[in-house]
């Protein structure tokens, strides 16, 4: 991690249960410009609830988060105006056009339409499906259509992107396809990225890797220190490792 960067995302000693069940316990992370962060972890591991609280979807029962500095439970305008999210659920409108889509979500950020069009045109370009703007949603492909959401998440230009399970339903050449063009964001535009997955395949691409087993961390570093910790040199043998072994993470990976 580049301690020289600004830090995006800060999320401190959060708490959350559901009817007296835990959720998550004392977890933290910190995600800084320009950082693909991968946050991996079995199904109830705790992945969702984090992401519904660092949306701003729930309030956690303990802890907090900022974004940019700025406070989300006290000034979540602010705080949810620097983040970009892709659901794991597809929430685009597939009667309208792409281009329909794109714009309604542009002009809720407050764009006048003649820079929103100017965005849209450009990144559609850049995704390389310049030529469906009038296309209507359900002719899209789903690899497609993940694209279009990708793009409509960036186009208020946040800091920090929430990608949710987003390569889940995709094969694999979508997926691979879908991961690049984020790289691609995270490394061209600065953006701080957190991708969260059960797929252990998709973690090389990460700066660094977290992992949540029963709502505990259990792991905060980068690819290569996960393989010097489990002795292992592929991503899936490292994770079951983890997920078989660990204790939960120490504050010594917490803000490096």
Known sequence: MDLMKNVVLSAVNLHKSYAGKLALKDVSIELREGEF???LGPNGAGKSTLMQILT????ADAGEVTVLGFDLRKNAASALAEIGVV?????????LSVNANLMFHARLHGLDRA???QRINDGLVDIGLQDAAQSVVRSLSGGNRRKVE????????PSLLLMDEASVGLDIVSRQ??????????????????WTTHLAEEIPFANRVIILRDGLKRFDDSLRMLYAQTAQTEPEAAFLHILDNATPCTSKTDFQ
């Open 56 to 59: 701003g979807l729930f309030s």
């Open 37 to 39: 962060v991968a946050l």
């Open 150 to 157: 990708l793009l409509r998440a960036m186009l208020h230009r």
């Open 115 to 117: 820079d929103a069009q």
């Open 87 to 95: 659901l794991q659920q597809p929430s685009l409108d597939i009667a």
């Open 177 to 194: 396809q879908l991961l690049l063009t984020v790289q691609r964001l995270q490394q061209r535009d600065g953006v701080a990225v957190l």
